[in-house]
């Protein structure tokens, strides 16, 4: 046997940190929850410690109660999602984690197209968390509502009746693809549409519709929940993958991704991803991401919104 086989056989034998777990759990299920779910001191906060005392959990420098486990696995949604329990973290190794985990389905695909785009583009290499911002031309407000108001209270929130454009940042030149992600489960283009027909860009930002658009801004419409905007700046379009999304998109509404258009765009950013030196960023493609929240209020005075209209489907 090899030194180096021998070296990696050892490494997944070992006793796997809690860092080593968290960290792959973060990988697995990142795209269900809010934007820096992940950061320490959100965890830490939910396990009732400080953020230095869960540096030191994770590092194995300081023992972690059974109740403290239970909380861990009630923040990653474990024991909800998957019927888990604190003992997944008491695996004795690495590799005993992950099995146990797939075997349970935590993060895999199971023909499910839209969590594992999801996961893609939270996942890759070029994410940024900014660079998307809101145009209200109908009032649209900020701060909780209602019973939501815990539960958003970070994020700007729409009523139906709200109409909104959107500021996109980019890189100069090259093409532009915005997709809502809505609480169905449904991954919608926004541009290319009607809205916004074509995708080639210039200059630093593009506001959302487009000038060529069939409206100057999207109807907010039910369902309620949380969204997700990614705006996937793009070198050129050039790939096939791409173009199943673009052409034959500019004349129409807003449509809805099919499962093969959702598995080409996965595809096409994993191996963007994995041409990319490692601590490198790829000058092919960057995606910029936000939420935002759409309450279950309608505004008074505001038209009538047909039930299971989205964003960025015409209103009334």
């Known amino acids: 046997m090899s030194r180096g086989r021998k070296q990696e056989e050892d490494r997944s034998s070992a006793r796997p940190t809690l860092r080593e777990m ?14 820096h779910h992940e950061r320490d001191k959100n965890i830490a906060r939910h396990l009732g410690v400080t953020a230095a005392t869960w540096t030191r959990m994770k590092a194995g420098d300081r023992n ?4 403290k486990l239970g909380r861990l ?9 998957y019927g888990l329990t604190y003992e997944i973290f008491h695996c004795p190794t690495l590799d005993e984690f992950k099995d146990r985990l797939e075997q349970k389905g935590v993060g895999a695909d199971n023909g499910n197209h839209v969590d594992r785009l999801r996961r893609i583009l939270r996942n890759a290499r070029n994410i940024r968390i900014a ?15 209602g019973s939501a108001e815990e539960a958003v209270q970070n994020l700007t929130i729409f009523q139906p009746g709200d ?21 169905l489960r449904h991954i919608t283009c926004l541009m290319p549409s009607n809205f916004a027909p074509g995708v080639a860009v210039t200059g630093a930002a593009t506001r959302v519709p487009t000038v060529e658009g069939v409206a100057k801004a999207f109807d907010v ?7 997700h905007l990614y705006a996937i700046w793009l070198r050129t379009k050039g790939n096939h993958q791409i173009g199943a999304i673009v052409d034959g998109a500019a004349g129409f509404p807003p449509r809805t991704l099919s499962a093969s258009q959702i598995r080409g765009l996965g595809d096409w950013i994993e191996r ?20 935002y929240y759409v309450s279950d209020l309608v505004r008074r005075g505001g038209p009538r919104v047909d039930p299971g209209l989205r964003v960025g489907r015409p209103g009334c």
Do not use: C, Q
């Open 131 to 145: 660079g998307i911002s809101f145009e209200k031309i109908r009032p649209a407000t900020r701060g909780g509502l």
């Open 64 to 67: 972690v109660e059974i109740g």
């Open 73 to 81: 696995v009630d923040y990653f949604r474990l024991h909800e999602d």
């Open 221 to 227: 419409s039910p369902p309620a929940g949380r969204y």
């Open 163 to 183: 109409a909104v454009a959107l500021r996109i940042a980019h890189r100069t030149g090259g093409h532009l693809i915005v997709l809502n992600d809505d609480p």
């Open 272 to 291: 963007l991803d994995r041409a990319t030196p490692a601590n490198e960023r790829s000058p092919d493609y960057e995606i910029r991401v936000t939420e």
């Open 22 to 35: 968290v960290d792959h759990l973060v990988g697995l299920t990142a795209h269900k929850f809010p934007l």
